[in-house]
């Protein structure tokens, strides 16, 4: 009985061995939805990949489930945006994931903002100045061009770790940045008319997508970044925006209504709600209607706006 | 300058510093109001936090803690990082892993003081000198089992030494199992249960005990809203049974001339709170405790409404009141807590 016990025991501890044939599919693990658009586009059939974050949460407050330890154990790879901007949650995870083929700068770590050079940089880090972000702005994925950058850095990590594709991953990641060509230039052509507008926003947030697209981000409903604010600075605020004319209150979607639109009204801009992720709002289902929708909402409150 | 990439910054670092551990420090202050014992400005703890890897198969950490009783090494562990079979060993002086708010320092508590069936049944944290393994199962539900094997279990437990070689019975003996349920995207249940056994308690002329608890937290995080809107309901219940004896322990410093009798006792407590989130800033609670004493004594039950004020990430303010019912005492007990965070922080899986 104990030696049927024993081999029964030998038998179920090689069992998670023997499904790594290879037939089996790359387990992909992606911090945001918008890197699972871009994983799948790169990798097709190859890949099964799943997103931690569902595109309506504040990147900086996604909850730390137990069953995303289970996902991340299984993985393969984890696929990460970078710039500390998943500091809330992944590194525990990680950790709880027991996985050490994806630990931190594991060969199953990919860090897609590797290629990027970030905005932002402080000079200095102190917490007086809020809960900054350490290393750059990581806020990239609202700008098309670095999206680029970051779907590159994706194929890279996954051709690391399985040479044996890097034709069909260099294939399809062609294909993909000829398609983000096409539409970035369509999309700076048909955000002529943001040149120029000064924007406020909810979280320092929306930097990258204003340089794109010729606007200026000039300042946050925040106090300091992750700092709710105080009656003082939103009084600054709106002495500012009505001094600078600002035409737009930005509101991401996972920050409080009330508060943007009242700042919105007592300055005579315009309100618009952003997702700041890919499946923020029903149409936003993948990367590339994600920024489409964020361009042509903001090009319809300026135009509101005039 | 504004473009500067991270390596770039990263190679301002002077050397020999690259390699130092992640270092945090926590000042824990409170001032109090009891009705007895009147008021009083209690400085709780400057607890400092280190962590690094040590190499690719293990990483280590150190909690330091510096209370008006002296200075403390409360946690310094070793946790391996690469076993296979999502094996993970843990050894050196840390929480054990029991219950849920047993392995909570004091500043992290949801609440001022920790509940009373913990301070009476587990003594302070969970904190041993010993060696823990813990095993993430194979399925798709999450579940984790942990078995460790402690000198003692309880930071304040001084029934047991922690010095004096033993035999394998004198040791406390811990296995435990949890497990998560996601009921949908905005809401979910952790529960765990937890088991203590202490086959020889030699301090205690080798009578046994028994450790038992249950613990469940409900979460609603709407995912959209996380930030801001939120509720908690944590629960533990605890059950001890120990031999004791029939007469009590003979008085420190002296024996008892006949053999002592022991007799099997057994003892309840529970606690639970709920603690809503209002806005980023403003959480209010509120805490329920009881708790039998060991030897099967009266309980004791509080009654505790609090609001916890996050000014920043890093630093919290929080008001309670507490109204203490135990046999002989009544009381009614006020506290201020102002705790802040400096250096580095980690979100922790296990502080969650």
């Known amino acids: ?306 | 300058m504004r473009d500067i990439k991270p390596s770039l910054a990263a190679a301002n670092k002077t050397f020999p510093s690259q390699f130092n551990p992640a270092i945090g420090f926590i000042i824990d202050t409170v001032g109090s109001y009891r009705d007895h014992e009147r008021g009083n400005f209690e400085f709780r703890s400057g607890e400092m936090g280190l962590s690094a890897n040590i190499d690719p198969f293990t990483r280590g950490y150190a909690i330091i803690n510096g209370t008006p009783e002296g200075l403390e090494v409360e946690e310094a562990a070793i946790v391996t990082t690469a076993l296979p079979y999502s094996l993970t060993v843990k050894g050196g002086r840390f929480f054990a892993d029991f219950g849920r708010l047993s392995k909570f320092h004091d500043h992290d508590l949801p609440f001022v003081n920790r509940p009373v069936v913990l301070d009476r049944f587990m003594q302070g944290e969970s904190q041993g000198d010993g060696i823990e393994v813990s095993y993430l199962a194979p399925t798709q539900q999450y579940l984790t089992l942990t078995a460790g094997m402690y000198n003692k279990i309880g930071a304040e437990n001084e029934r047991v030494d922690n010095l004096v070689p033993r035999d394998f019975s004198q040791f406390t003996y811990l296995w435990r199992a949890a497990t998560f349920l996601n009921l949908t995207d905005n809401n979910s249940i952790d529960l765990g249960a937890s088991y203590a056994y202490t086959p020889k308690v030699k301090i205690d002329q080798g009578g046994n005990r028994h450790l038992a608890g249950v613990d469940l937290t409900f979460r609603y995080t709407p995912l959209s809203q996380a930030s801001y809107r939120g509720l908690s309901w944590g629960t533990e219940f605890l059950y001890n049974h120990e031999n004791r004896p029939s007469d009590g322990f003979p008085e420190e410093g002296t024996e008892s001339e006949e053999p002592l009798h022991f007799k099997p006792r057994d003892a309840f407590g529970m606690y639970s709170y709920i603690e809503a989130r209002l806005s980023r800033r403003f959480y209010p609670g509120f805490l329920f405790d009881y708790a039998q004493g060991i030897d099967r004594a009266k309980g004791t039950t509080a009654y505790s409404p609090y609001l916890t004020i996050w000014a920043s990430e890093f630093q919290r303010l929080r008001l309670q009141y507490t109204r203490l019912e135990e046999p002989g005492n009544r009381e009614n007990q006020f506290f201020l807590q102002w705790t802040v965070a400096l250096g580095s922080h980690v979100h922790g899986f296990r502080d969650r």
């Not at chain 1, 992606?30 to 890949?47: E, F, K, Q, V, Y």
Request: aromatic share 6%.
């Open chain 1, 1 to 306: 009985m104990t030696r049927i016990a024993l081999v029964l025991l030998a038998v179920l501890l090689m069992v998670p061995v023997s499904l790594k044939g290879a037939d089996r599919k790359i387990q992909a693990v992606a911090t945001i939805p918008d890197l699972a658009d871009m994983a799948r586009n790169i990798a097709g059939d190859l890949i099964d990949v799943t997103s931690l974050a569902t595109g309506v949460e504040d990147i900086h407050a996604v909850p730390m489930k137990p069953s995303f330890a289970v996902l991340l154990n299984r993985a393969d790879v984890v696929i990460l945006m970078g710039l500390e901007i998943e500091h809330a949650f992944l590194p525990a995870l990680l950790e709880a994931a027991r996985n050490p083929k994806i630990l931190r700068d594991a060969p199953g770590y990919i860090d897609c903002s590797v290629y990027v050079t970030p905005l932002d940089v402080p000079t200095r880090l102190d917490r007086a100045l809020g809960d900054q972000h350490p290393v750059g702005n990581p806020h990239i994925n609202l700008d098309p061009v670095r999206g680029k950058d970051m779907a590159r850095a994706l194929a890279d990590g996954l051709t690391r770790n399985y040479p044996e594709y890097e034709a069909t991953f260099k294939k399809n990641l062609d294909t993909y940045l000829t398609t983000l060509d096409a539409a970035i230039a369509r999309w700076e052509q048909e955000a002529k008319p943001l040149h120029g507008i000064k924007l406020v926003s909810y979280h320092p947030d929306m930097l990258y997508f204003a340089e794109r697209f010729g606007m200026e981000a000039v300042g946050t409903i925040e106090i300091r970044a992750g700092v709710d604010p105080t009656p003082g600075h939103i009084a600054e605020l709106q002495e500012r925006m009505r001094r600078e004319k600002v035409g737009l209150v930005v509101r991401e979607l996972h920050y409080p209504a009330g508060l943007a639109e009242t700042i919105a009204q007592s300055t005579g801009a315009t309100l618009v709600e952003l997702p700041a992720m890919v499946g923020g709002v029903p149409e936003a289902k993948d990367y590339l209607s994600f920024i489409d929708y964020n361009l042509r909402t903001v090009l319809k409150a300026v135009q509101k706006g005039t």
